[in-house]
């Protein structure tokens, strides 16, 4: 026997349509790459996204195509969020930071059919075009007045023209809520980018989780600025959810330096922000450097790899802002735990709570974890045990895209890749990425632990710590250290640091100072490219 | 082409898996029928709800079946609210308010197979247990120790011995998330009472919606107390939020005089409760009498009748506590609409912005709204035009149980049966019951507007505003007023009270002053009864 409740589809469209009746008023603003503010409301915004959804059907776009994207945080951005996957086809949202070759091989697998770019990617579209095989239409994201006068395209578009030429009349489709929606690549260490596609039902149930008063507690009441890119993991669903609970929204367009950053977020009353630990070093280091103090900004979300402790502390200590230390996937939509107090913690004094928020915290209802040993059983959660994560939950991962190498889930688990403890409050702790684990003579050593204490050095400016080859053991963590501008510090001032802090069997055996740490498309410092630079390194015996 | 997602259906069983696995130690406390306060947690909630669906499972209860409850809001409902719809029954909670004869015509309507009910509801079902011709089994909700020596049910269940009975060795079933999952009839004032049958994901999304920052704003670090009751329904969907975002629990049981309910807020660090009007007077009144403060309550959700303006000035002028004032409906799961301010409301008087908390509030996202006129047309959102309300979206109702009279539904979409405006910034504002505007002259005059500024003279305990007949304008208001113990007023002071707070001609003809105003088993003025008591008032002409 079925209940008897009215049967609506979860679909993306219902979020735009019900910003534009209920909040229809409310502000969308971006720094645009034409160099100016530009401010428009959800109403308009909600015209335009339906204008566009015609022209794109005019241009041949069908339910199921993929539209591409190569775009800063805008509000062209977020029309097309809304117009692609609201008529039924595929936002597919391309990381400009990728290498050209890795463009073209994404494009080229997602068989994307129109590709819509800001001016700042012109001449990487340039670049790349010619080999965009199933790309039949180019559309410059920008006006008439700004369109490129020349350019190897032909019969480049302009996204302005193509809106300007439709009507608003347009009712948003409706179809099977598990209809795919959106499109975006992981770009693993290892093997070719793999193609994570997104439904709209799974769209709106992540948006409900994410907005939850215990995950980013979105309100009408926010002025929320996504840092975190809307070509990585849709900006974390922010787009979704401020549409969801009619909040302003900031965009901050190119403009990632800290004082650009810092003056949108006060020129804008922002309440919330979010993004990957690298972008609040330059944040943070503004901030310092001109004594700025925030306003109206009361919590950021911080994710993507874990949070350094020092930036925490300067967030919350200093800036009076929370730290929502959070964690996820691409191939979870990416939102999987978020680390928010419970009741339980209020009472408890502000050390005891700053190591809550530095876990990568508890799941967000919908999102179920384990831990698992070797073999693939279970293991405790007494905070202390530490086994490979695995997550389920209607917004993870069933396969990927074209799952050329079959499903990877494990008996309806997803392997998230990370080494984690997980304590009997349900707050987990990731440990290390099962790659970057040190085997230290059987044990595991977790990179990730070294890394936050060598990173609170008052010269450190960013650490890696690895495992290097150990004729004993094995393996033994090698801490790569980049010193801040003028700082000094010598291997030993920073091994002796170390004590007291950890096991002491944990401590590093070895430091080397390098100009640089490299660092992938998202941010993430790419250790595998440490651990080829250093294969050879003699530790000392 | 679908998204690449984990398929998994919406079950209300994952709320007590999700409430049992991250927030395991989390409280819930109930004052029992028993006399005494009990403490269990959600780990030991899970065990004997999946003992207690082994034991319906052993009493014959299959997929679909209806298990009756007859039961305050404590502990033992909740073990049935997750143990009957998580086995794939149906939970079917019966208004123990209701006249004995509506709740055998209910039960037997429902087909109930079992029925569980409090000891204090004992010679009620007593009364009526003979002519429940479905019910197969009765089960008394309590220990062993607490069991009638002797009672006219044949066979009489206890229920902790048939949990007791059974081990927690029980996987949920994994079912189509559209499959029934409880069932709660509306006493409406004419007719039979119409079940409305909701689903698991009906209940699910509906959870999500209750629980966002704009809602009831749930979390981890409240301590949520439903005076609302669970047979009421589902305590507005409190049991369920609260497991899904892991709150403690505190249930009053029986003890709904103010006096209880203020020591168990206290004795229990409540921070948001829920309930109907009615309710709220006699906490008001204890707290002025004995000069009480509330510790921990922070907020308030006032609902199922609008809340006085009165009443809402006390509660967060005097007592600090936020009113969270909603609207619903049975129908609706129920919660449609809460007045929670907008960032644009921030900066506004206090005056400015208890007008819009006074509203029934904006639509949380999921449900849509709309006003019409007679032909049905849609009306503008200005705020002062009046017209039908009409919902959709999904967790309200496509049809009622067993469907007698055909959906109600008008070209998609719910008729509430009630009038309201909505402003520009979607503030719903209802005006009237469509059966209780007064028509004077062709001309549409709310009662409620006119019920509130009675309500807020001082010698006024409760008012009624009614349509009378009128030879000139058809009808006009009459205002039936129950004062308070030891007061005095006159018509005429009563009338003069109206003077500036109302447009002239809505002033009532005429003011008649009785002894109680009879209410309904969910508490709310019966207006019908009213109407057939003064249908021969004469108004002065």
Redesign the interface.
């Given at each position: 026997?079925?209940?008897?409740?009215?049967?609506?589809p979860?679909l993306i469209s219902?979020?735009i349509?019900?910003a534009e009746?209920?909040?229809?008023?409310?502000e969308v603003v971006s720094r645009r790459v034409e160099g100016d503010i530009h401010r428009t409301t959800y109403r308009e915004l909600a015209a335009r996204s339906r204008q566009l959804a015609k022209a794109l059907a005019a241009l041949g776009v069908g339910?199921?195509d993929r539209v591409a994207t190569l775009a800063w945080n805008g509000y062209r951005h977020m029309e097309l969020y809304y117009a692609v996957s609201g008529s039924g086809a595929?936002l597919h949202t391309l990381n400009p930071r990728l290498h050209p070759d890795q463009v073209v091989y994404i494009a080229d697998h997602a068989e994307d059919q129109v590709l819509c770019f800001d001016l700042t990617f012109l001449p990487l579209v340039e670049a790349v075009a010619a080999r965009l095989t199933t790309v039949k239409h180019f559309v410059a994201m920008t006006d008439r007045a700004h369109m490129p006068a020349t350019s190897k395209i032909p019969n480049l578009l302009c996204f302005d023209d193509i809106v300007a030429a439709q009507d608003d009349h347009f009712a948003w489709p409706s179809f099977?809520e598990?209809?795919?929606?959106s499109l975006c690549y992981t770009s693993g260490t290892t093997g070719n980018p793999k193609g994570?596609?997104?439904?709209?039902?799974?769209t709106v149930?992540h948006t409900?989780?994410i907005?939850?008063?215990?995950a980013l507690?979105?309100?009408?009441?926010?002025?929320i600025l996504p840092v975190v890119p809307m070509f990585h993991v849709n900006a974390w669903g922010l787009p979704y959810a401020a549409c969801?609970?009619?909040?302003?929204m900031v965009f901050p367009g190119p403009g990632l330096d800290g004082k650009s950053l810092f003056e949108l977020f006060e020129a804008e009353g922002v309440t919330v922000s979010a993004g990957v630990p690298t972008v609040w070093q330059g944040l943070l280091g503004y901030m310092e450097a001109n004594n700025a103090r925030f306003s109206t900004m009361r919590r950021t979300v911080i994710g993507g790899s874990a949070c350094p402790p020092a930036m925490m502390r300067a967030f919350q200590d200093k800036y009076d802002v929370q730290v929502i230390h959070a964690w996820g996937m691409t191939e979870m939509?990416p939102v999987g735990t978020a680390a928010?107090?419970?009741?339980?913690h209020?009472a408890m004094d502000h050390e005891a709570q700053f190591a809550v928020q530095a876990t990568q915290g508890?799941?967000v209802?919908?999102v179920?974890m384990k831990i698992v040993d070797a073999a693939g059983q279970a293991l405790p959660w007494d905070g202390q045990t530490s086994g490979e994560l695995l997550v389920?939950?209607?917004?993870?991962?069933?396969?990927?895209?074209r799952?050329e190498g079959g499903s990877p889930l494990v008996d309806?688990w997803?392997p998230t890749g990370d080494v984690a403890t997980i304590d009997?409050?349900?707050y987990m702790h990731i440990t290390d990425r099962s790659k970057d684990v040190i085997k230290s003579g059987g044990e595991w050593i977790g990179s990730i632990d070294l890394e936050n204490i060598a990173m609170a050095h008052p010269a450190v400016a960013m650490a890696a710590c690895i495992a290097a080859f150990h004729p004993k053991w094995d393996e033994r963590p090698l801490l790569v250290v980049m010193k801040k501008p003028g700082a000094e510090v010598t291997r030993e001032e920073l091994l002796a640091f170390f004590d007291g802090k950890i096991a002491k069997w944990w401590t590093p055996d070895d430091v080397v100072f390098v100009d640089a740490i490299p660092l992938g498309a998202t941010g993430k410092m790419q250790k595998n490219k440490l651990r080829e630079a250093f294969k050879s390194h003699q530790l000392p015996t």
């Open positions: 026997m079925n209940g008897q409740m009215m049967q609506q979860l219902s979020l349509v019900h009746r209920h909040h229809g008023d409310q339910m199921g595929v099977d598990n209809t795919a929606s994570v596609l997104y439904s709209h039902r799974s149930l409900f989780a907005a939850m008063p215990d507690n979105c309100s009408a009441r926010d002025s969801m609970v009619g909040a302003k939509s928010i107090l419970k009741g339980k209020l508890r799941a209802y919908g179920d389920r939950g209607p917004w993870i991962l069933q396969d990927y895209y799952s309806g997803f009997a409050d349900g």
